[in-house]
């Protein structure tokens, strides 16, 4: 299962909602997942089975969508938010990740 | 507080060998499965390798499947990937996470680098 993201950068502002996109190749269902990664980091989970936020995950990021399509959105960025973040399918072994999105300072 | 050290990493010439080692700890490691990740230089999460908690199943991208295996013994705590016929695209930091319900990777190690080189 292949998945797109868009865009593959953004650059916004503190405070700016933001949006990205997580593209299946064919249906998932619900089983998706987000993770956060800065440079030098580990990836962080952000929100799994689509919606459902990580313990300890800050409210403004949410998660939505089913079958082909999904969406990240960050309601109010935040200057910890400026990261990269891929989207993994486990509907169908291999469990791919998404390309990315590069989210940075305008 | 759950810890994952991977170690193993090197440069190495292609064709050649390599394993590597994920020490687990902080948690049962025998109720989890794991996973092995890689990011190249610059370059996005490729997921690798997958093992049930109980060693039973492996799963493997296209990209590894033949070349890469994925091992482990819960009574060290440890998961491996033993690494042949390495290629240059085969650079990468490799990371070991943990499963977390269907296999969300909730726990990541922080990385060994490999470097293929001639």
């Known amino acids: 299962i292949q998945l797109t993201q868009s865009p593959s950068s953004l650059s916004a502002s503190v405070g700016d909602r933001v949006t990205i996109t997580c593209r299946a190749s064919?249906?998932?269902?619900?089983?998706l997942a987000w993770y956060q990664q800065k440079p030098g980091e580990a990836p962080k989970l952000l929100i799994y089975a689509a919606s459902t936020l990580q313990s300890g995950v800050p409210s403004r990021i949410s998660g939505s969508g089913s079958v082909t399509d999904f969406t990240l959105t960050i309601s109010s960025l935040q200057p910890e938010d400026f990261a990269t973040y891929y989207c993994?399918?486990?509907?169908?072994?291999?469990?791919?990740f998404g390309p990315g999105t590069k989210v940075d300072i305008k | 507080q759950v810890y994952l050290v991977e170690s193993g990493g090197g440069v190495v010439q292609p064709g050649t060998s390599l394993r590597l080692s994920c020490v687990a700890s902080g948690f049962t490691f025998s109720s989890h499965g794991m996973t092995w990740v890689r990011q190249a230089p610059g370059k996005g999460l490729e997921w690798l390798a997958m093992?049930?908690?109980?060693?039973?199943?492996?799963y493997y991208a296209d990209s590894v499947k033949g070349r890469f295996t994925i091992s482990r013994d819960n009574s060290k705590s440890t998961v491996y990937l033993q690494m042949n016929s390495l290629r240059a695209d085969d650079t990468a930091v490799y990371s070991c996470?943990?499963?977390?319900?269907?296999?969300?990777?909730?726990?990541w190690g922080q990385g060994t680098v490999v470097t293929v080189s001639s």
């Open positions: 093992i049930w908690f109980d060693g039973s199943k492996e």
């Open positions: 064919q249906g998932i269902s619900s089983y």
């Open positions: 996470a943990r499963h977390w319900r269907l296999g969300y990777n909730d726990y």
């Open positions: 993994q399918q486990l509907s169908t072994y291999p469990f791919t």
